[in-house]
C-alpha cells in the first residue's frame, strides 16, 4: 500500500503577537542542510582518496506560494536586514496551518535574501522567497507549546500594475500600457561572518548590501488605441524614458475598473533606471517589448 507523506510548512515569528504564523498558501517548501567540508588530505598522505572534514555548517529554506496579502510585510522583511525567526514543522487541520511538533521540527535565525513577487495579467499573484540561515539549528522539543497565528481562509489576489512617471519628481500615474508579466526581484548580500576560529561552527551571516529590479512585458499597440482603451505609457514613452537614461517614479499598485487600469491602494514605489529595453516582431504575432528596470536607491513600502 502506498501512503501520503505529512504536510510541511515554512512559519514565521510574528514580533508583535509573538507567535509564529505559517507563510500564507504555501506550494513548495524546501529546507536544505548542508555540511561544507574541505579535503584533509596533506602531500605526506599515501593514495588518492579523498577525506573530507567538516569546516562549517549551514542551512537555508525556500519558499513558493500565492501572494495573498503579505507582499508588504516580505518586502519591509528583507529591506530592515534584521534576521527572522523561522520555524518549520509538520501541519494539519484547515488550511494546514496547525504545526504537529513533529520530531523533526527546527527552528532558527535566518535573513530573508532573495524575494521575487510575479504579478502576471490574469493570473494569481506568486512569490519566490529564499532564506539563508545565520547562526545554529535548535531541536523544538516535541513538549514545547509554540503558539501559532491561524490566517483563516485564503482568498486571491487582486489585479496588480506597473506605474511610471515621466522624470523623478512627479507621482507615478500612468500605468504600463497592455502589460501582460510584472514581476519584483529584491536581493540582500550577505557575507559569511565567520572566522578562521570558528572551524565547524554554524555559519553565520551579515548583510552588505540590497538591490532590486523590476521586469514588465507588454504588446506594442498603435497610440490611439493605448490612448481611447487603455490609457497608459506607450513604446514611445517608454522609449523616450530610455533615451533620458535618467531616474524616474514608480509605483506598484492595485488596480480596478475598465481594463484593470484604476489606480487603487499603492503596495511599494520607488526610483528606477530603465536598464534594457527589448523590442519583438515576430512574423505573424503581435509585436511586443519587455523592459528591464533597475532600482535606484531605495524602496518605500506602503503602511
Excluded at 519591509?76 to 520530531?103: F, G, Y
Aim: glycine share 6%; proline share 2%; charged share 20%.
Amino acid at each position: 500500500m502506498t501512503l501520503k507523506g505529512q504536510n510541511f510548512r515554512i512559519f514565521t515569528f510574528d514580533t508583535t503577537a509573538e507567535k509564529f504564523k505559517v507563510i500564507g498558501m504555501a506550494t513548495g517548501c524546501t529546507v536544505n542542510l548542508t555540511n561544507n567540508t574541505d579535503d584533509s588530505n596533506t602531500k605526506d598522505d599515501v593514495g588518492m582518496a579523498s577525506k573530507p572534514v567538516t569546516t562549517s555548517k549551514s542551512w537555508s529554506v525556500q519558499v513558493e506560494s500565492l501572494n495573498v496579502s503579505d507582499t508588504a510585510a516580505m518586502l519591509t522583511a528583507i529591506k530592515a536586514m534584521q534576521p527572522l525567526t523561522l520555524m518549520w514543522d509538520e501541519t494539519a487541520t484547515t488550511d494546514n496551518q496547525t504545526r504537529q511538533k513533529a520530531a523533526f521540527a527546527r527552528k532558527g535565525l535566518a535573513f530573508l535574501a532573495d524575494a521575487t513577487f510575479q504579478f502576471d495579467d490574469r493570473a494569481n499573484a506568486t512569490k519566490s522567497l529564499q532564506f539563508q540561515g545565520s547562526g545554529a539549528l535548535e531541536t523544538v522539543p516535541s513538549s514545547d507549546a509554540v503558539d501559532v497565528i491561524s490566517l483563516g481562509s485564503y482568498s486571491k489576489g487582486q489585479f496588480t500594475r506597473f506605474f511610471l512617471s515621466s522624470d523623478n519628481t512627479a507621482t507615478p500615474s500612468a500605468v504600463i500600457a497592455a502589460a501582460r508579466t510584472l514581476s519584483l526581484h529584491v536581493s540582500l548580500t550577505l557575507e559569511a561572518a565567520t572566522t578562521k576560529d570558528t572551524d565547524g561552527d554554524w555559519v553565520l551571516q551579515e548583510p552588505t548590501g540590497l538591490s532590486y529590479d523590476i521586469t514588465t512585458g507588454a504588446l506594442v499597440r498603435s497610440g490611439d488605441t493605448i490612448t481611447s482603451q487603455v490609457a497608459g505609457k506607450t513604446l514611445a514613452d517608454v522609449e523616450t524614458i530610455y533615451e533620458a537614461g535618467t531616474p524616474v517614479k514608480w509605483q506598484i499598485a492595485n488596480v480596478s475598473g475598465d481594463n484593470q487600469r484604476t489606480k487603487g491602494s499603492v503596495i511599494v514605489s520607488g526610483s528606477v533606471v530603465l536598464a534594457q529595453l527589448s523590442i519583438n516582431g515576430p512574423n505573424r504575432q503581435s509585436a511586443d517589448y519587455s523592459a528591464q528596470f533597475s532600482g535606484y536607491g531605495d524602496y518605500t513600502v506602503a503602511a
